[in-house]
Structures are given as structure tokens and as C-alpha cells.
């Protein structure tokens, strides 16, 4: 998915290694996502809750869109041609519908609900994304994991995974990346990872064992939850600082609650974060913009079916944008 904002910010970010451990990673603060549109005449909206003031990542995971339901005869459902990334992989998750990804390495795939799509956009990379003409609602999420300095410019590369389907105390989970409840995803990362879809029976209490050097973030695709003390509604992330080693989720409602838990050790690097490139420097994303708008070969064929266009570079200086300090 790209961020097609016309005005899209530039920021450069930064998460503060910090020891948590010592402060209480019982803390849950509450991420509210933005509604951001994807373009088009009846552009298909999105909710984003990363990146933002707030906080611009968790572990590796520098971007979360949170859509649908969505029924394509009204929104349009998904149509965004060709775009770039530099820098990063991103991460296709659906809950329903149908989505046809081509890209310039050569992959013609369908993304489809349970299956992991994984891209690898490192020097350059550029793929399209369109609902099927079956689809009749798409509903999902699309996020993005910054890749570290030494692996920034890593060759282009897409990975598909089924994950099965694990049961725990009256939850269903399905682990697309790194490990949790006994289930291991073998998709490659290069920072370590979780990525997880949990779906909560009603009146259940869930506890997992986490890695207490990763930070997590819990994403509620609908119902209510509470994670920890704090009750999370639909399309807030609940953000733990590092040092946890259980998190417990209650479901209270008469209906299944389904969630994206995402974690990682903190990214102890700063990043520019533009448009749909990652970089370290503004010079870096000027690059990356000229060669796209020049067709470079940087970031392969053309595909078919038209190309968006960069939005104009901003007229400002970048300043940090850093994780707060732990409290």
C-alpha cells in the first residue's frame, strides 16, 4: 500500500533505547489512529495509528493502516498503481476480500485473509494493489517494518506464508511473524520481529508469554479489549514498553474480539520517513524521489496500469521526531 497524502510530512525518527524495565511495562498508552484517504475520486479510506506524534515506532514497525470494512461497490475497495519504497518491507495482512499485487521483481500473487504477503523494498522497489473483481468488501491492515542501516539497501524480494492456526485458551492466533504460543513464523526478518493476528472468544482471558525485550503494540480491528488494566476500542493500538513478560487481554463482550499484536526490540536508529520511502537523510529521500520521477531503473519495469507521482518535496528543515522518554 502507498501513502498517497498530497502533502505528505516528512519526519525524521527516532526510538529512544531506554531500560523500561525498571518504570513498569504495565503502562498501556493509547494510540488513536487518523482516518487518511487513499485517493481516487471515491477514495478508500484508511486509519493510520503509526506514525504519529505520539509515537513513530514500535520495535521495527515504523507504519500501521488499519481498513475496512469496506464494501467495493460503494469505496471503490483497493486501487493503487505503481509506487515505490526504499528502505523497508512491508507487510499485507487481510481479514476479508481479495487483493491482486504485482511488483517489479517479477511477482504476480493474490493476497488473500490468513496469508502472509511479505515485500522487501530495500534500494528500490515498486509494486501496484488491486482488489479482484470478486471482491465485494475488503477489510485488513498494511504496515510497514524500517530496515536496519547495514540491510537498508538489501535486494528486492517478496515472501508468502499460510500460517496455521493455533488455539489458546479460547483464542485463535495465527503467527505471520517471529514466534508466540508455541508457533513460529519462518519468514525472514532483519530485525526480530512479531506479528501475530489474535481472535478472543467473548468472556475470555488470554494470557501469552512475550519476549520482555521487545515493546509491543496491540491493534483492535473490532470489539472492545482490555490489554493489561487499559480498555482498548476498535482501531486504537495499545502501546507496552519493553520489560513485560506476559500481556493479558480480556475479552468481556458476547462477541470475538480480533486483534493484530505487533512487537520488537526498540530501533535504536534514526530514520526519514517520507512519502513511501525510508532513508537517514533528507539527501536520501531527495534521491529516491528524482529517480522515481525520472523512471529509473532503480526500482524496475514498469508495470501495467498507470504510476503514481511523488508529491513535491517540503519547503523545511527536518527535525527530530522521537519516541517519548519513558515516564
Excluded at 489458546?168 to 508457533?183: E, M
Amino acid at each position: 500500500m502507498s501513502n498517497t497524502e498530497a502533502d505528505a510530512a516528512a519526519l525524521l525518527c527516532g526510538a529512544l533505547v531506554e531500560d523500561d524495565r525498571s518504570t513498569g511495562a504495565s503502562r498501556v498508552d493509547v494510540l488513536s489512529a487518523r482516518e487518511v484517504p487513499l485517493g481516487g475520486p471515491r477514495a478508500m479510506r484508511v486509519r493510520r495509528t503509526l506514525p504519529q506524534r505520539q509515537r513513530t515506532l514500535i520495535g521495527a514497525w515504523c507504519f500501521a493502516d488499519h481498513f475496512g470494512p469496506h464494501r467495493v461497490a460503494a469505496s471503490g475497495g483497493m486501487n493503487v498503481p505503481q509506487h515505490p519504497h526504499t528502505g523497508l518491507q512491508t507487510v499485507s495482512w487481510l481479514f476479508s476480500g481479495e487483493i491482486e499485487h504485482r511488483d517489479t521483481l517479477g511477482t504476480h500473487a493474490l493476497i488473500r485473509p490468513g496469508q502472509l504477503n511479505l515485500m522487501t523494498g530495500g534500494h528500490g522497489i515498486a509494486h501496484s494493489e488491486v482488489s479482484t473483481p470478486d471482491t465485494t468488501v475488503v477489510h485488513g491492515v498494511q504496515l510497514w517494518v524500517a530496515l536496519p542501516g547495514e540491510h537498508r539497501d538489501a535486494d528486492r524480494d517478496f515472501q508468502h506464508y499460510v500460517p496455521e492456526l493455533t488455539r489458546v485458551d479460547g483464542a485463535g492466533i495465527r503467527v505471520f511473524l517471529g514466534s508466540l504460543a508455541g508457533s513460529t513464523s519462518p519468514v525472514r526478518t532483519f530485525t526480530p520481529l512479531l506479528g501475530a493476528e489474535i481472535v478472543i472468544a467473548p468472556h475470555t482471558t488470554l494470557t501469552l508469554a512475550v519476549d520482555a525485550a521487545f515493546e509491543h503494540g496491540l491493534l483492535v480491528d473490532d470489539g472492545d479489549i482490555r490489554l493489561l488494566d487499559t480498555v482498548l476500542r476498535p482501531a486504537e493500538l495499545g502501546y507496552v514498553p519493553r520489560g513485560a513478560d506476559t500481556l493479558t487481554m480480556v475479552n468481556a463482550s458476547d462477541a470475538p474480539t480480533r486483534t493484530i499484536l505487533l512487537g520488537g526490540p526498540p530501533f535504536g536508529e534514526e530514520i526519514v520517513m517520507w512519502w513511501n520511502f525510508i532513508g537517514r537523510s533528507h539527501e536520501d529521500i531527495a534521491k529516491a524521489r528524482e529517480d522515481w520521477e525520472a523512471s529509473s531503473d532503480r526500482f524496475g519495469e514498469e508495470l501495467p496500469g498507470g504510476r503514481l507521482s511523488a508529491p513535491a518535496l517540503p519547503n523545511a528543515v527536518l527535525t527530530p521526531r522521537r519516541n517519548p522518554p519513558t515516564r
